[in-house]
Protein backbone atom coordinates (compact mmCIF):
# COMPACT_ATOMS: atom_id res chain seq x y z
CA UNK A 1 0.00 0.00 0.00
CA UNK A 2 3.18 2.55 -0.45
CA UNK A 3 1.79 5.83 -1.51
CA UNK A 4 -2.17 4.96 -1.04
CA UNK A 5 -3.73 7.37 0.73
CA UNK A 6 -5.97 6.10 3.44
CA UNK A 7 -8.67 7.17 5.43
CA UNK A 8 -11.65 6.48 7.58
CA UNK A 9 -14.78 7.64 8.82
CA UNK A 10 -18.55 6.72 10.10
CA UNK A 11 -22.32 7.27 8.45
CA UNK A 12 -24.86 7.22 9.84
CA UNK A 13 -27.56 4.47 9.29
CA UNK A 14 -30.87 4.87 9.88
CA UNK A 15 -33.14 2.15 11.72
CA UNK A 16 -36.32 2.54 12.25
CA UNK A 17 -36.48 -0.75 14.59
CA UNK A 18 -33.14 -0.46 16.20
CA UNK A 19 -33.78 1.06 19.74
CA UNK A 20 -31.09 3.39 19.04
CA UNK A 21 -28.95 5.72 16.49
CA UNK A 22 -26.67 3.27 14.37
CA UNK A 23 -23.47 4.03 12.41
CA UNK A 24 -21.63 2.53 9.67
CA UNK A 25 -17.55 2.74 9.81
CA UNK A 26 -15.83 2.57 6.88
CA UNK A 27 -12.51 2.73 5.84
CA UNK A 28 -10.72 3.87 1.88
CA UNK A 29 -7.79 3.02 0.71
CA UNK A 30 -6.66 5.25 -2.43
CA UNK A 31 -8.71 8.19 -3.82
CA UNK A 32 -12.26 7.49 -4.27
CA UNK A 33 -12.98 10.65 -6.82
CA UNK A 34 -10.16 9.54 -9.22
CA UNK A 35 -11.53 6.22 -10.09
CA UNK A 36 -13.97 3.76 -9.72
CA UNK A 37 -14.60 2.39 -6.02
CA UNK A 38 -14.56 -1.24 -5.25
CA UNK A 39 -16.95 -1.77 -2.20
CA UNK A 40 -15.74 -4.80 0.15
CA UNK A 41 -18.47 -6.67 1.33
CA UNK A 42 -16.72 -9.05 4.39
CA UNK A 43 -18.36 -12.49 5.51
CA UNK A 44 -20.09 -13.99 8.43
CA UNK A 45 -22.48 -12.43 9.31
CA UNK A 46 -20.32 -10.44 11.39
CA UNK A 47 -16.27 -11.35 10.62
CA UNK A 48 -15.59 -7.66 10.19
CA UNK A 49 -13.70 -6.04 7.16
CA UNK A 50 -9.84 -7.14 8.45
CA UNK A 51 -9.26 -10.36 6.71
CA UNK A 52 -10.38 -8.92 3.45
CA UNK A 53 -7.13 -5.92 3.68
CA UNK A 54 -5.56 -7.94 1.38
CA UNK A 55 -7.23 -6.60 -1.25
CA UNK A 56 -5.51 -3.46 -0.96
CA UNK A 57 -3.52 -4.76 -3.28
CA UNK A 58 -5.67 -3.89 -6.17
CA UNK A 59 -5.38 -0.59 -5.09
CA UNK A 60 -1.35 -0.66 -5.20
CA UNK A 61 -1.24 -3.02 -8.56
CA UNK A 62 -4.42 -2.02 -10.27
CA UNK A 63 -4.96 1.57 -9.16
CA UNK A 64 -8.56 0.89 -8.03
CA UNK A 65 -9.84 2.45 -4.90
CA UNK A 66 -10.72 0.16 -2.20
CA UNK A 67 -13.75 1.10 0.08
CA UNK A 68 -13.72 -1.52 3.30
CA UNK A 69 -16.67 -0.89 5.33
CA UNK A 70 -17.48 -2.73 9.21
CA UNK A 71 -21.07 -4.48 8.74
CA UNK A 72 -24.04 -3.47 11.48
CA UNK A 73 -23.13 -5.42 14.32
CA UNK A 74 -19.58 -5.82 13.64
CA UNK A 75 -16.28 -4.11 13.81
CA UNK A 76 -16.55 -0.63 14.56
CA UNK A 77 -19.88 -0.47 13.45
CA UNK A 78 -23.16 -0.32 15.66
CA UNK A 79 -23.14 -3.55 17.27
CA UNK A 80 -27.15 -5.10 18.49
CA UNK A 81 -25.95 -7.21 20.97
CA UNK A 82 -29.93 -7.16 22.34
CA UNK A 83 -30.77 -8.45 19.26
CA UNK A 84 -29.81 -11.68 19.22
CA UNK A 85 -32.20 -14.39 17.91
CA UNK A 86 -34.27 -11.24 16.36
CA UNK A 87 -35.32 -12.95 12.93
CA UNK A 88 -37.17 -10.12 12.00
CA UNK A 89 -34.61 -7.00 12.66
CA UNK A 90 -31.14 -9.34 10.82
CA UNK A 91 -32.69 -9.26 7.66
CA UNK A 92 -30.82 -9.32 3.77
CA UNK A 93 -33.07 -6.15 3.69
CA UNK A 94 -30.82 -4.72 6.55
CA UNK A 95 -27.87 -4.97 4.95
CA UNK A 96 -29.17 -4.20 1.75
CA UNK A 97 -30.21 -0.62 3.06
CA UNK A 98 -27.02 -0.50 5.21
CA UNK A 99 -25.01 -0.90 1.73
CA UNK A 100 -26.90 1.13 -0.15
CA UNK A 101 -26.77 3.74 2.83
CA UNK A 102 -22.73 4.09 2.05
CA UNK A 103 -23.11 4.63 -1.57
CA UNK A 104 -25.65 7.56 -1.20
CA UNK A 105 -23.57 8.85 1.58
CA UNK A 106 -20.38 8.59 0.08
CA UNK A 107 -21.85 10.18 -3.42
CA UNK A 108 -20.85 6.82 -5.57
CA UNK A 109 -24.37 6.86 -7.20
CA UNK A 110 -23.05 8.93 -10.41
CA UNK A 111 -19.87 7.84 -10.62
CA UNK A 112 -20.57 4.11 -10.39
CA UNK A 113 -18.97 1.43 -7.98
CA UNK A 114 -17.68 -1.56 -8.17
CA UNK A 115 -18.81 -4.94 -5.66
CA UNK A 116 -17.06 -8.03 -4.33
CA UNK A 117 -18.68 -9.90 -1.47
CA UNK A 118 -16.80 -12.72 0.22
CA UNK A 119 -18.76 -15.99 1.74
CA UNK A 120 -22.26 -14.20 3.00
CA UNK A 121 -20.86 -10.70 1.78
CA UNK A 122 -21.16 -12.53 -1.79
CA UNK A 123 -24.61 -13.66 -0.56
CA UNK A 124 -25.88 -10.07 0.18
CA UNK A 125 -24.17 -8.79 -2.45
CA UNK A 126 -25.80 -10.94 -5.03
CA UNK A 127 -29.06 -9.88 -3.89
CA UNK A 128 -28.34 -6.36 -3.96
CA UNK A 129 -26.85 -6.64 -7.71
CA UNK A 130 -30.37 -8.31 -8.24
CA UNK A 131 -32.10 -4.96 -7.42
CA UNK A 132 -30.37 -3.36 -9.97
CA UNK A 133 -28.90 -0.57 -8.29
CA UNK A 134 -28.09 2.35 -10.20
CA UNK A 135 -24.26 2.92 -10.38
CA UNK A 136 -23.21 -0.52 -10.22
CA UNK A 137 -20.51 -1.99 -12.57
CA UNK A 138 -19.32 -5.17 -11.74
CA UNK A 139 -19.94 -7.48 -9.45
CA UNK A 140 -17.51 -10.46 -7.64
CA UNK A 141 -18.66 -12.93 -5.33
CA UNK A 142 -15.67 -14.92 -3.99
CA UNK A 143 -17.39 -18.16 -1.97
CA UNK A 144 -20.74 -16.95 -1.81
CA UNK A 145 -23.45 -19.76 -2.25
CA UNK A 146 -26.27 -19.52 -4.45
CA UNK A 147 -27.99 -21.84 -2.28
CA UNK A 148 -28.05 -22.76 1.50
CA UNK A 149 -29.52 -26.02 1.05
CA UNK A 150 -27.15 -26.69 -1.42
CA UNK A 151 -24.14 -25.28 0.31
CA UNK A 152 -25.04 -28.31 3.08
CA UNK A 153 -25.64 -31.15 0.46
CA UNK A 154 -21.67 -29.83 -0.46
CA UNK A 155 -20.42 -30.07 3.37
CA UNK A 156 -22.09 -33.61 3.32
CA UNK A 157 -19.46 -34.80 1.02
CA UNK A 158 -16.69 -32.94 3.06
CA UNK A 159 -17.61 -34.39 6.00
CA UNK A 160 -17.75 -37.75 5.15
CA UNK A 161 -14.09 -37.13 3.44
CA UNK A 162 -12.46 -35.93 7.24
CA UNK A 163 -10.79 -38.79 9.17
CA UNK A 164 -13.37 -41.19 10.64
CA UNK A 165 -12.76 -40.25 14.40
CA UNK A 166 -13.26 -36.36 13.30
CA UNK A 167 -16.42 -37.05 11.49
CA UNK A 168 -17.99 -39.68 14.41
CA UNK A 169 -17.71 -36.44 16.70
CA UNK A 170 -18.97 -33.55 14.60
CA UNK A 171 -22.02 -36.47 14.07
CA UNK A 172 -22.72 -36.93 17.77
CA UNK A 173 -22.24 -33.66 18.43
CA UNK A 174 -25.19 -32.53 15.60
CA UNK A 175 -27.55 -35.02 17.46
CA UNK A 176 -26.98 -33.54 20.61
CA UNK A 177 -26.89 -30.20 20.20
CA UNK A 178 -23.46 -29.77 21.33
CA UNK A 179 -21.93 -26.98 19.23
CA UNK A 180 -19.57 -25.84 22.46
CA UNK A 181 -17.75 -28.53 23.77
CA UNK A 182 -14.13 -28.68 23.32
CA UNK A 183 -14.47 -31.66 21.27
CA UNK A 184 -16.39 -30.14 18.63
CA UNK A 185 -14.29 -27.25 18.75
CA UNK A 186 -11.28 -29.53 18.03
CA UNK A 187 -13.39 -31.55 15.10
CA UNK A 188 -14.30 -28.19 13.46
CA UNK A 189 -10.85 -26.78 13.74
CA UNK A 190 -9.66 -29.79 11.45
CA UNK A 191 -13.16 -28.99 8.87
CA UNK A 192 -11.86 -25.35 9.03
CA UNK A 193 -7.70 -26.12 8.12
CA UNK A 194 -8.99 -28.04 5.53
CA UNK A 195 -11.88 -26.21 3.67
CA UNK A 196 -12.38 -22.49 5.13
CA UNK A 197 -7.81 -21.69 5.22
CA UNK A 198 -5.17 -23.87 4.43
CA UNK A 199 -2.78 -21.69 5.56
CA UNK A 200 -0.93 -22.63 8.81
CA UNK A 201 -1.06 -20.61 10.70
CA UNK A 202 -3.83 -18.31 9.79
CA UNK A 203 -2.73 -14.99 8.83
CA UNK A 204 -3.54 -12.66 11.58
CA UNK A 205 -6.31 -10.99 9.46
CA UNK A 206 -7.83 -14.11 9.35
CA UNK A 207 -7.09 -14.82 13.24
CA UNK A 208 -8.92 -11.22 13.29
CA UNK A 209 -12.06 -12.30 11.68
CA UNK A 210 -12.83 -15.25 14.15
CA UNK A 211 -12.26 -12.89 17.17
CA UNK A 212 -14.69 -10.38 15.63
CA UNK A 213 -17.22 -13.50 15.54
CA UNK A 214 -16.54 -14.77 19.59
CA UNK A 215 -16.54 -11.33 20.16
CA UNK A 216 -19.94 -10.78 19.27
CA UNK A 217 -21.85 -13.56 17.30
CA UNK A 218 -24.93 -11.70 17.45
CA UNK A 219 -25.92 -11.82 13.99
CA UNK A 220 -23.97 -14.94 13.23
CA UNK A 221 -25.65 -17.22 15.12
CA UNK A 222 -29.56 -15.63 14.61
CA UNK A 223 -28.71 -15.81 10.34
CA UNK A 224 -26.44 -18.56 10.16
CA UNK A 225 -25.96 -20.72 13.17
CA UNK A 226 -23.38 -22.08 16.05
CA UNK A 227 -20.83 -22.79 13.25
CA UNK A 228 -19.97 -22.70 9.16
CA UNK A 229 -21.30 -26.36 8.57
CA UNK A 230 -23.96 -26.34 10.91
CA UNK A 231 -26.59 -23.73 9.60
CA UNK A 232 -29.56 -23.50 11.36
CA UNK A 233 -30.56 -19.97 11.27
CA UNK A 234 -33.03 -17.76 9.31
CA UNK A 235 -31.20 -18.23 6.05
CA UNK A 236 -31.03 -22.17 6.52
CA UNK A 237 -33.59 -22.09 3.37
CA UNK A 238 -31.89 -19.06 1.22
CA UNK A 239 -31.99 -19.52 -2.85
CA UNK A 240 -30.41 -16.88 -3.82
CA UNK A 241 -30.16 -17.93 -7.82
CA UNK A 242 -33.75 -17.40 -8.40
CA UNK A 243 -32.95 -13.80 -8.55
CA UNK A 244 -29.88 -14.88 -10.43
CA UNK A 245 -31.08 -13.26 -13.91
CA UNK A 246 -32.17 -10.04 -12.55
CA UNK A 247 -28.40 -9.22 -12.36
CA UNK A 248 -27.55 -7.52 -15.30
CA UNK A 249 -23.95 -6.25 -14.48
CA UNK A 250 -21.02 -8.30 -15.49
CA UNK A 251 -20.13 -10.71 -13.11
CA UNK A 252 -17.14 -12.61 -11.76
CA UNK A 253 -17.61 -15.99 -9.66
CA UNK A 254 -14.80 -17.32 -7.79
CA UNK A 255 -14.12 -20.33 -5.39
CA UNK A 256 -11.21 -22.74 -4.57
CA UNK A 257 -11.25 -26.60 -5.07
CA UNK A 258 -11.25 -26.98 -1.31
CA UNK A 259 -13.92 -24.48 -0.91
CA UNK A 260 -16.54 -25.13 1.79
CA UNK A 261 -18.31 -23.12 -0.98
CA UNK A 262 -18.33 -26.07 -3.21
CA UNK A 263 -19.26 -26.17 -7.25
CA UNK A 264 -21.96 -27.68 -6.46
CA UNK A 265 -24.05 -24.73 -4.25
CA UNK A 266 -21.83 -22.10 -6.82
CA UNK A 267 -22.83 -23.82 -10.44
CA UNK A 268 -26.40 -22.02 -9.98
CA UNK A 269 -24.75 -18.58 -10.29
CA UNK A 270 -23.29 -19.47 -13.20
CA UNK A 271 -26.42 -20.98 -14.84
CA UNK A 272 -28.83 -18.03 -14.19
CA UNK A 273 -26.84 -14.79 -14.49
CA UNK A 274 -26.32 -13.69 -17.93
CA UNK A 275 -23.31 -11.88 -17.90
CA UNK A 276 -21.02 -14.31 -15.59
CA UNK A 277 -17.40 -15.61 -15.82
CA UNK A 278 -16.48 -18.48 -13.29
CA UNK A 279 -12.68 -19.17 -11.98
CA UNK A 280 -11.38 -21.70 -9.89
CA UNK A 281 -8.94 -21.81 -7.66
CA UNK A 282 -6.73 -24.49 -7.89
CA UNK A 283 -4.90 -24.30 -4.45
CA UNK A 284 -7.02 -22.89 -2.56
CA UNK A 285 -10.12 -23.19 -0.14
CA UNK A 286 -12.18 -20.59 1.03
CA UNK A 287 -9.45 -17.57 1.73
CA UNK A 288 -8.19 -17.61 -1.87
CA UNK A 289 -7.73 -13.91 -1.62
CA UNK A 290 -4.56 -15.07 1.23
CA UNK A 291 -4.28 -18.68 0.51
CA UNK A 292 -3.33 -17.54 -3.83
CA UNK A 293 -3.43 -13.95 -3.49
CA UNK A 294 -0.93 -13.09 -6.56
CA UNK A 295 -3.16 -15.15 -8.44
CA UNK A 296 -6.40 -13.73 -6.78
CA UNK A 297 -5.50 -9.80 -7.35
CA UNK A 298 -4.62 -10.50 -11.30
CA UNK A 299 -8.05 -12.38 -12.04
CA UNK A 300 -9.91 -9.51 -9.89
CA UNK A 301 -8.19 -6.93 -11.23
CA UNK A 302 -8.21 -8.15 -14.59
CA UNK A 303 -11.80 -8.28 -14.74
CA UNK A 304 -12.80 -5.27 -13.20
CA UNK A 305 -10.61 -3.62 -15.49
CA UNK A 306 -11.76 -4.94 -18.94
CA UNK A 307 -15.07 -5.58 -20.23
CA UNK A 308 -16.60 -8.98 -20.12
Known sequence: MTGSTITDGEVPFEVSNAGKPCKTWYKTVGDIDSGTPLIVLHGGPGAGHEYLLSLSDLNEEYDIPIIF?????????????????????????????????????????????????????????????????????????SGGPASIPLLLKGYEGLIAALPSDI???????????????????????V??????????????????????????????????????????????????????????????????????ATDLCMEPWFRTIPKVKWVTFENSSHMAHFEDRERFMQVCGGFLLADL
Open 69 to 141: YDQIGSGKSTHLREKQGDTSFWTFDLYIQELDNLVERLNLRDRGFYLIGQSWGGMFGAAYASRRPRGLKNLII
Open 167 to 189: RATIEDCNKRGDYESPEFEKASA
Open 191 to 260: FYARHVCRLDPYPPEVQSAFRNLKDDPTAYLTLQGPSEFVIIGSFKDWEGWREGHKIEVPTLILNGRYDE
